[in-house]
């Protein structure tokens, strides 16, 4: 089966930037998307196909997918960016839709 | 607009049917999706519906036991839940997919039901 790789949590001061991972064999070459979970609230998508930005979503939320990983980058984050995060593709092989573990971004 | 309903407790063993109902847009042209969320885990993919029905997909570990289903009359989607074990304890959401194709983005999803199993 496909497996999405995550860090189990990226930590970032205010105001600057971060990176949250997604890896495996050969990512570049799928769609991947990402989603926001904040506490008690459901998944809401925030970057889907690698780089496009739902109407809504702020320009400091971007994404790059190449080789074996996919990068979801926050720009300035605030703290209402505090959430977790999944990476989500479809795995063509065995026709399953394969989310990532998920990451918790702390702002400190 | 998504909203799940028909969660609750269920004895190990038992059945449980949930609902989505949809609004705001033409049901009937999108696919439709279960994720769910056991208590704090990540997401899981659970099966995926066409948007007419025609094609049915499932995660290895519900294959078997869940049935999916929609009435694009009733603007609605379905989990019929068989079987059920304590690792089917989680929120379960629906969502919408954004297009007709497999690797299509979930751009909607409702706020999600809870289903525990217990004795």
């Known amino acids: 089966s496909y497996v999405l790789s995550q860090p189990p949590s990226v930590s970032v001061a205010p105001g600057k930037t971060a990176r949250i991972s997604c890896g495996a064999n050969n990512i570049g070459n799928k769609s991947v998307h990402w989603c926001q979970q904040k506490p008690g609230q459901a998944p809401m998508v925030v970057i889907y196909?690698?780089?496009d930005r739902p109407s809504g979503i702020p320009e400091r939320f971007s994404g790059s997918n190449s080789g074996n990983t996919a990068t979801l980058t926050i720009s300035r984050v605030e703290a209402g960016d505090e959430a977790d995060y999944y990476c989500q593709v479809w795995d063509s092989s065995s026709d399953h839709v394969v989310f990532g573990g998920g990451t918790k971004l702390t702002v400190l | 607009q998504l909203v799940e309903s028909g969660g609750g407790l269920v004895k190990p063993g038992g059945s449980l049917r949930l609902s989505c109902a949809a609004s705001g847009f033409t049901f009937s042209s999108y696919s439709m999706n279960w994720v769910r969320q056991s208590p704090g885990k990540g997401l899981e993919w659970v099966s995926s519906i066409s948007s007419n029905g025609d094609s049915i997909y499932y995660a290895d570990s519900v294959r078997g036991p869940f049935t999916i289903s929609r009435d694009n009359a009733k603007n609605s989607l379905y989990l019929q839940m068989n079987s059920l074990r304590a690792e089917d304890t989680a929120v379960y959401y629906c969502a919408r997919q954004v297009g007709t194709i497999r690797s299509d983005a979930f751009d909607i999803w409702g706020q999600g039901t809870m289903v525990t199993v217990s004795s």
């Open positions: 196909y690698d780089s």
